[in-house]
């Protein structure tokens, strides 16, 4: 490696974009393509630099095997900050055990968290858990430490362990201030903030209150009987009982926690589960299959009884019952969501963080569209979707259905 080289990678290391760009602009040998595709990513020019990137990872001959696995891991980087979560993962696979096998272990370690982050954006969480476990951060710089201890931090979010998040936060914090980039040690600060931002909504005997992450902890450990609007679950301490793929049962659920600890009419029953204008004996007959179903699922917490008026719900154990929903009301407060970290998304994206198909995203966003709350970049394949302003009052993890476990 000549000397140019190495002053261009050293001046990356230290957030001298412009630096390594005034040793290597001018060169198109293999180093050089990779070092400026690494630079034209920092500047934001994310098109740019993955092409300058394929390129050098050609230009690298068939020995350079540890080098084409170098411009793999950065393209991989790219792709996650511009949210091609469809990115062929086969191939950073194949990059992280080249590095191993040639014992570049910081380079392999930041493919490991690569792969980390993207799980966590799709809501596979314990394919995260299992990946950060493998890694040892003491091998990553500064600046990948600080984005690691970001990654345990929304992995504990999600998963609302909330001293545990701030716990990785505080290490976030130290390792960013370490590594004196500035962008770094924002990103820290705004993941801070937002975390204690308002996180939900509690709805209990006619009134409702703004909670924090810190108190959705506290509220979903109690022995409060908890219908859980924001991950369509009902829950009661540490006891959850998914009800994401049946939403008839849900919107049952929960009209029978809104008239809680009265019954609920079958016509509203109707109106809510099938949008039906009339309970008539079709409804009626429909209802009572659901409501044995629910009935069932429902047995380890609370019951199902029949009333003259229509059904209502008797928990076993707990005292109230109290619903818990997303601070906005918005229809499609799940993309706003995503969309919220500033970054551009594709509907193919969105609709893999999500777990809906792409059609239901994209009737999504042409809603949000018109009503001036997102804004499409680009045209066609390369279409992208941003916020068109900040969506102030609450965190995303509560609003994302995929990002916790049922268990």
Not at 38 to 52: H, N
Not at 221 to 226: D, G, H, K, P
Not at 288 to 313: H, Q, S
Not at 394 to 400: D, I
Request: hydrophobic share 50%; net charge positive.
């Amino acid at each position: 490696m000549d000397s140019l080289i190495s002053a261009a990678a050293r001046a990356l290391a230290a957030g001298d974009v412009f630096g390594a760009l005034n040793r290597v602009a001018l060169r198109n040998d293999a180093p050089a393509l990779a070092l400026r595709g690494i630079a034209m990513a920092r500047l934001g020019d994310l098109a740019r630099a993955r092409a300058l990137l394929r390129a050098a990872g050609r230009a690298f001959g068939p020995r350079e095997a540890l080098s084409r696995a170098r411009c793999v891991v950065a393209e991989a980087e790219i792709a996650l900050v511009s949210r091609d979560l469809a990115w062929p993962t086969k191939d950073l696979d194949a990059a992280r055990s080249t590095l191993q096998a040639h014992g570049d272990d910081a380079n392999a370690a930041h493919a490991g968290h690569l792969q980390a982050r993207r799980y966590l954006l799709v809501g596979q969480l314990d394919a995260a858990q299992r990946t950060l476990d493998q890694l040892d951060p003491t091998l990553l710089a500064p600046a990948a430490r600080a984005a690691h201890a970001l990654v345990i931090a929304g992995l504990a979010v999600r998963r609302l362990q909330m001293k545990v998040a701030r716990a990785a936060l505080q290490d976030a914090a130290r390792e960013a201030q370490g590594a004196g980039i500035a962008a770094l040690v924002a990103e820290v600060q705004a993941a801070a903030a937002d975390i204690d931002a308002p996180a939900a909504r509690c709805n209990t005997h006619g009134s409702s209150q703004l909670l924090s992450l810190d108190e959705v902890e506290a509220l979903l450990a109690s022995r409060s009987f908890v219908i859980d609007a924001c991950r369509h679950a009902v829950r009661q301490a540490g006891v959850a009982i998914p009800l994401a793929s049946r939403p008839v049962l849900f919107a049952l659920v929960r009209a029978l926690g809104d008239t809680w600890p009265g019954d609920a009419s079958r016509e509203v029953l109707v109106a809510r589960a099938f949008r039906g204008r009339q309970a008539d004996e079709s409804y009626r007959a429909r209802l009572r299959v659901e409501m044995g179903r629910l009935r069932t699922l429902l047995k380890p917490l609370a019951g199902v009884i029949a009333t003259r008026n229509g059904f209502a719900l008797q928990p076993h154990r707990a005292r109230e019952v109290v619903l818990l929903a997303p601070p906005s009301d918005d229809e499609h407060g799940d993309v706003l969501a995503l969309l919220v970290d500033g970054q551009s998304w594709s509907s193919s994206a969105l609709a893999l963080a999500l777990g809906a198909s792409q059609r239901t995203v994209q009737r999504a966003l042409e809603t949000l569209a018109a009503a001036g709350k997102v804004r499409p970049v680009g045209l066609a394949r390369s279409r992208r979707w941003m916020t068109t302003q900040t969506v102030p009052g609450f965190t995303t993890s509560l609003l994302l259905p995929a990002s916790m476990p049922a268990d």
